[in-house]
DNA sequence: TTGACACTCTAACAGTCGTTAGGTATTATT
DNA sequence: AATAATACCTAACGACTGTTAGAGTGTCAA
């Protein structure tokens, strides 16, 4: 790891935890092992850090919003019982590349902190936790719709009690506190049983 | 209002804003407008307005959940569509007496915030948001279902997806940026309108 | 061997931070 | 009238803030 990349990893973790005004450079230097000159040198100011982070995780999500839209209609189609390949779909692009990925995790908290006074976090919050994970649940049971599993009629209210249980869920476990290995096995112990539960 | 209740209500705005160490002594006392050494007259230190305004929210929360222990059996009763008590009753509560209630949005806006470094802040931040309003609705839902709105066999999944429900909305329109008058009234829309539309 | 470049350092700047000592009015109590 | 308490003030303290000028390092191409 470069020591550009290291000052981003080590900010992001005292940003996400104290939030961007309360950390100082001398508390990121600090934890790096430079001296503060030496953060100027790779980053014109404090702000451009807080920048970077942003302008990594927009790439980040971006990547990914570009693997849903060319995923395949129904991920290898092995297993045929019933909601199987949503949840899978939804596990690897939902869960473990973004709620469960340290980075992204790191920058929701961040935009929880920092959005009651950076418009520019707002919006960003808002896109990435409530618009654009609605749109991907609608794409994904409405792919499950035509494959059978449940009349189309039931698409909208489905997505809509899917997205409320997600939403609490990750609030409730991934966003509340330290993330332990204990908060994600809830987390993804309470979604599969609201699956199989028949809640959805 | 006294001095005392001026500094608590400014530096409650400041903080749920932008952090408790974000704000500055001279940034609440240059809106109060007094000086420096007055907020020292009235407390000890910064930490102290947080405890202050901590044991504040707590009494508020205690007070409301007695009010709910006292509670009729069933609110007036007077007409008798279905699920209108349940309406009528966490309306009053969780949303006029708490999620609207100016000082308690900007209370769980501050925890939200704080509780990544504060412990007190998270375990707070737990019962308020999630253990409490989840005892809430069970005692509402049960209450209901021994008036036969629904059969009691039910009552476990109707509460865990209201509270589902309740919490993602809490999140996407009264603590997701400035909480206005718009905001107040699509959340309201969106609760009822799952009321209404029988996806509880 | 020289020069250019990438990277880190020492040392300091002006401004802000939480906090305090000591003074001054106003009001209530004796 | 004298005393005490309440509520505010001026002025300063040492520590910390983001930031910068300028001086080394080491590595590589000419």
Redesign the interface.
């Known amino acids: 790891m470069t020591t550009k990349e290291k000052i981003m990893d080590v900010a992001l973790h005292m940003f ?7 950390v100082s450079i001398r508390d990121i230097c600090g934890e790096v092992g430079i001296k503060e000159s030496t953060l100027y040198y790779h980053f014109k100011n404090k702000m451009d850090i807080l920048d970077s982070l942003i302008a990594k995780f927009k790439e980040h999500i971006e990547g990914l919003l570009i693997h849903i839209d060319e995923m395949p209609q129904m991920p290898s189609g092995k297993t045929k019982k019933k909601n199987a390949g949503s949840t899978d779909i939804i596990d690897s692009y939902m869960m473990d590349s973004y709620l469960f990925d340290p980075f992204c995790n790191l920058m929701i ?1 961040l935009m ?2 920092e ?3 950076n418009e520019e976090m ?1 919006a960003l ?2 896109k990435t ?2 618009t654009d994970p609605y749109d991907i649940y609608l794409r994904v049971f409405r792919m499950l719709a035509t494959k059978g599993t449940f009349p189309e009629s039931q698409v909208d ?1 489905i997505v ?2 899917y ?3 997600m ?3 990750t ?2 476990y991934l966003l ?2 330290e993330l332990t290995e204990e908060k994600k096995k809830a987390y993804k112990k309470e979604v599969h049983a609201l699956m199989k ?1 028949g ?1 959805i």
């Open positions: 996400s935890e104290r939030g961007y005004e309360a908290r929880m902190i959005q009651f006074h707002r919050y808002e936790m409530f209210a809509r009690r997205h409320a249980y939403t609490m869920l609030y409730r509340n506190g539960g809640v």
